[in-house]
């Protein structure tokens, strides 16, 4: 089951909230058309979206193996901290 924090939902509602923005503002087929006359900004734009994606996709992985979480979310139940040998 995926489990949607704070942080999550807000960065969801930000990517959305852009495309709706300027998909209203370029029209239809503006992607098509960006990545066809502009490709180096289309790739950066993948490779922000790519970015952006990583703290959502990569925190419940880290978990889930039993690696340590506690730098991304130290209040939630199933964070697991590091083991420090002395």
């Not at 495309?19 to 790739?43: C, D, E, F, L």
């Amino acid at each position: 089951m995926v489990e949607w924090d704070g942080h999550e939902v807000a960065i969801f509602g930000s990517v959305s909230g852009f495309y709706a923005i300027t998909n209203g503002v370029y029209g239809k087929g503006w992607i098509k058309s960006m990545i066809h006359r502009q490709p180096i900004v289309a790739m950066s734009f993948f490779l922000g979206g790519l970015g952006i994606a990583l703290p959502i996709v990569v925190v419940p992985i880290r978990r889930r193996l039993g690696l340590p979480t506690n730098q991304y979310d130290a209040s939630h139940p199933k964070c697991v901290f590091p083991v420090l040998e002395e």
